[in-house]
């Protein structure tokens, strides 16, 4: 190595030579660099230059007997008793037993020690499993890596809350997670399709879901981070359900990472004025191949969930914060019209991740459309809180809970949070896209319920007698929604069933930041779920009638889609 010291000098290149601890060096370094031929500490570089991102250089025979065997299930377990129960159902069925036993493993780590023993006499003892159960004490962080990738699913069947680490770690992998449905892993994993939900005592669903992932080799078609959905996620079907068969639009391309919701989309539509593109907004080249020749663009892409944001927030920095500036420059560059882009209530005063990148997001937009005029693209933005009835939100856990006879989970009877249906947020959004001027924000005004009220009116429209269990308010959880600041009413202009917030259109003129306050300032009230309309029981139910869910389950209409036409 000292031979080309100098000639790497004169490059920039800084030689590290062989260290302990490595990744401080993995993270500030730009390519992992090893002529090492075989062996465990091989792998072990191999690992934790993919865990951070870099490129490797390597020999041929360095990378020797590294392929990923995805004939495995993983398990991490503080009380694996539900995943003991599985295993001996699954053991029990015949056609179980027909795949080589040599191939398929199960893999169980157990979190605590004096648990790994225990259970493992259990397994030993009881079961006659047809494969191999491998079980595994506990592990480091980057064991915890390999972990993840020699296996083809999760499953955790844990009761213990682990502030989601392991359902986050298997989703960013793309795995499926096979986990106990209980509130916090639902909030976990809202937005992400790879999640199945199992009742903990139900052994034989988790032997199925087991089955499907061992016998069947089926693997799902997971987004590698989860709620990163522009095109294909929820509201990108429903916009394009509804500006199909508008005559104004020639052709409509949908962008996003998702292969498998392109297809699925394609398949579901049959179209042809549907174009599909795979790309992701962190990269500006595939930003810019899908928006040559387009008139407009909805932007909807973004890492959206709280607790997934809360442990890779870079990651929310890349996709919210720079991957809108990709897509606004390019929209630029290539003589688009209008762009409208989605944020969320959480940017308002925000106290987490997410909400932080969000705000940040709207702060760009309107920086870029200050150096726009009239003439040139448009650009500009809705706001709007939780979609009643999508993935992961808490009209879809109640209702699981009305249907396996459980006790309605609610943090606080008078939380109050808007009432706003997947087919408003299409209307608030085409609304923009028809009457916004250079930065304006919109953001509709929807009626309210409190929690306590959702979850009564769902017990009784379902018929159900299921109680009702406060658990408390969780960490980071607001008692409303603010969806218009304060300072943002000041300057609002009430359009009806809108509020339209004009873009800060000052200059870098420092001076023209300091101004005398307005004693109407501290009269302003800002807009959130508490001081709206509120609804109550009979109105609720109306509404709530609307949705998908409700009209198939109780209605009868069963060919009903998800998504408003």
Same mark, same amino acid.
Not at 9 to 14: D, F, H, L, R
Not at 124 to 142: A, W
Not at 149 to 174: H, Q, R
């Given at each position: 190595?000292?031979?080309?010291?100098?000639?790497?000098?004169?490059?920039?290149?800084?030689?590290?030579?062989?260290?302990?601890?490595?990744?401080?060096?993995?993270?500030?370094?730009?390519?992992?660099?090893?002529?090492?031929?075989?062996?465990?500490?091989?792998?072990?570089?191999?690992?934790?230059?993919?865990?951070?991102?870099? %490129?490797?250089?390597?020999?041929?025979?360095?990378?020797?007997?590294?392929?990923?065997?995805?004939?495995?299930?993983?398990?991490?377990?503080?009380?694996?008793?539900?995943?003991?129960?599985?295993?001996?159902?699954?053991?029990?069925?015949?056609?179980?037993?027909?795949?080589?036993?040599?191939?398929?493993?199960?893999?169980?780590?157990?979190?605590?020690?004096?648990?790994?023993?225990?259970?493992?006499?259990?397994?030993?003892?009881?079961?006659?499993?047809?494969? %191999?159960?491998?079980?595994?004490?506990?592990?480091?962080?980057?064991?915890?890596?390999?972990?993840?990738?020699?296996?083809?699913?999760?499953? #955790?069947?844990?009761?213990?809350? %682990?502030?989601?680490?392991?359902?986050?770690?298997?989703?960013?992998?793309?795995?499926?997670?096979?986990?106990?449905?209980?509130?916090?892993?639902?909030?976990?994993?809202?937005?992400?399709?790879?999640?199945?939900?199992?009742?903990?005592?139900?052994?034989?669903?988790?032997?199925?879901?087991?089955?499907?992932?061992?016998?069947?080799?089926?693997?799902?078609?997971?987004?590698?981070?989860?709620?990163?959905?522009?095109?294909?996620?929820? #509201?990108?079907?429903?916009?394009?359900?509804?500006?199909?068969?508008?005559?104004?639009?020639?052709?409509?391309?949908?962008?996003?990472?998702?292969?498998?919701?392109?297809?699925?989309?394609?398949?579901?539509?049959?179209?042809?004025? =549907?174009?599909?593109?795979?790309?992701?907004?962190?990269?500006?080249?595939?930003?810019?191949?899908?928006?040559?020749?387009?008139?407009?663009?909805?932007?909807?892409?973004?890492?959206?969930?709280?607790?997934?944001?809360? #442990?890779?927030?870079?990651?929310?920095?890349?996709?919210?914060?720079?991957?809108?500036?990709?897509?606004?420059?390019?929209?630029?560059?290539?003589?688009?019209?209008?762009?409208?882009?989605?944020?969320?209530?959480?940017?308002?005063?925000?106290?987490?991740?997410?909400?932080?990148?969000?705000?940040?997001?709207?702060?760009?937009?309107?920086?870029?459309?200050?150096? =726009?005029?009239?003439?040139?693209?448009?650009?500009?933005?809705?706001?709007?809180?939780?979609?009643?009835?999508?993935?992961?939100?808490?009209?879809?856990? #109640?209702?699981?809970?009305?249907?396996?006879?459980?006790?309605?989970?609610?943090?606080?009877?008078?939380?109050?949070?808007?009432?706003?249906?997947?087919?408003?947020?299409?209307?608030?959004?085409?609304?923009?896209?028809?009457?916004?001027?250079?930065?304006?924000?919109?953001?509709?005004?929807?009626?309210?319920?409190?929690?306590?009220?959702?979850?009564?009116?769902?017990?009784?429209?379902?018929?159900?007698?299921?109680?009702?269990?406060?658990?408390?308010?969780?960490?980071?959880?607001?008692?409303?929604?603010?969806?218009?600041?304060?300072?943002?009413?000041?300057?609002?202009?009430?359009?009806?069933?809108?509020?339209?917030?004009?873009?800060?259109?000052?200059?870098?003129?420092?001076?023209?930041?300091?101004?005398?306050?307005?004693?109407?300032?501290?009269?302003?009230?800002?807009?959130?779920?508490?001081? %709206?309309?509120?609804?109550?029981?009979?109105?609720?139910?109306?509404? =709530?009638?609307? =949705?998908?869910?409700?009209?198939?389950?109780?209605?009868?209409?069963?060919?009903?889609?998800?998504?408003?036409?």
């Amino acid at each position: 190595m000292e031979k080309y010291q100098s000639e790497w000098e004169s490059e920039k290149i800084e030689v590290i030579g062989t260290v302990e601890e490595t990744s401080s060096y993995y993270y500030a370094a730009d390519a992992v660099v090893s002529p090492i031929l075989q062996g465990e500490g091989m792998k072990l570089k191999i690992s934790d230059a993919l865990m951070y991102g870099k %490129t490797i250089f390597g020999t041929t025979e360095s990378f020797d007997g590294y392929e990923v065997d995805y004939d495995k299930i993983g398990a991490r377990c503080n009380s694996a008793e539900a995943f003991i129960r599985a295993i001996n159902h699954f053991s029990k069925k015949k056609e179980n037993q027909k795949f080589n036993p040599y191939s398929r493993e199960i893999r169980v780590h157990f979190t605590h020690k004096k648990e790994l023993e225990k259970e493992h006499s259990k397994l030993i003892s009881k079961l006659k499993f047809p494969g %191999t159960i491998i079980l595994e004490p506990n592990m480091k962080h980057r064991e915890i890596f390999r972990f993840y990738k020699s296996v083809n699913a999760l499953v #955790f069947p844990s009761l213990v809350e %682990t502030f989601g680490l392991p359902l986050l770690e298997a989703a960013m992998f793309g795995l499926p997670v096979l986990v106990a449905d209980l509130p916090y892993a639902r909030e976990v994993l809202k937005d992400y399709d790879g999640a199945v939900f199992i009742n903990i005592h139900d052994e034989k669903r988790w032997a199925e879901e087991m089955r499907k992932v061992l016998v069947e080799r089926r693997r799902y078609k997971c987004v590698s981070n989860p709620r990163r959905n522009g095109g294909t996620g929820s #509201f990108g079907n429903a916009v394009v359900n509804r500006v199909l068969h508008e005559s104004r639009f020639s052709e409509i391309r949908i962008f996003s990472r998702d292969e498998k919701k392109q297809d699925d989309m394609r398949n579901r539509l049959k179209n042809t004025k =549907l174009k599909f593109y795979i790309g992701d907004t962190r990269d500006i080249h595939s930003v810019e191949n899908a928006v040559k020749g387009v008139d407009h663009i909805f932007h909807a892409a973004a890492l959206k969930q709280v607790p997934s944001c809360e #442990f890779f927030p870079i990651e929310a920095v890349k996709t919210n914060i720079l991957g809108t500036e990709n897509v606004l420059v390019a929209a630029e560059k290539h003589n688009v019209k209008k762009v409208v882009i989605l944020s969320t209530d959480k940017a308002v005063y925000p106290i987490n991740a997410m909400g932080m990148t969000k705000a940040l997001m709207e702060k760009v937009m309107i920086a870029r459309s200050r150096s =726009l005029n009239e003439t040139d693209c448009i650009v500009s933005a809705t706001r709007y809180g939780n979609v009643m009835a999508s993935r992961g939100s808490v009209i879809p856990l #109640f209702i699981n809970q009305i249907k396996e006879k459980k006790p309605l989970t609610i943090t606080d009877p008078q939380m109050t949070r808007f009432m706003m249906t997947l087919e408003d947020a299409v209307d608030l959004v085409l609304f923009a896209f028809d009457n916004a001027k250079q930065g304006d924000l919109f953001v509709q005004k929807s009626p309210a319920t409190t929690i306590e009220l959702l979850a009564e009116t769902l017990t009784e429209m379902y018929n159900s007698k299921s109680e009702i269990k406060i658990i408390g308010t969780r960490h980071g959880e607001k008692l409303y929604e603010t969806l218009v600041n304060r300072e943002d009413m000041a300057k609002s202009f009430d359009l009806g069933k809108y509020y339209r917030i004009p873009a800060d259109t000052r200059d870098l003129n420092y001076s023209q930041y300091f101004f005398e306050g307005k004693e109407r300032m501290s009269k302003i009230d800002e807009y959130h779920s508490h001081n %709206t309309e509120r609804l109550g029981k009979n109105e609720l139910i109306k509404l =709530l009638k609307k =949705l998908p869910i409700i009209r198939r389950d109780i209605l009868g209409e069963k060919k009903v889609t998800d998504y408003p036409e």
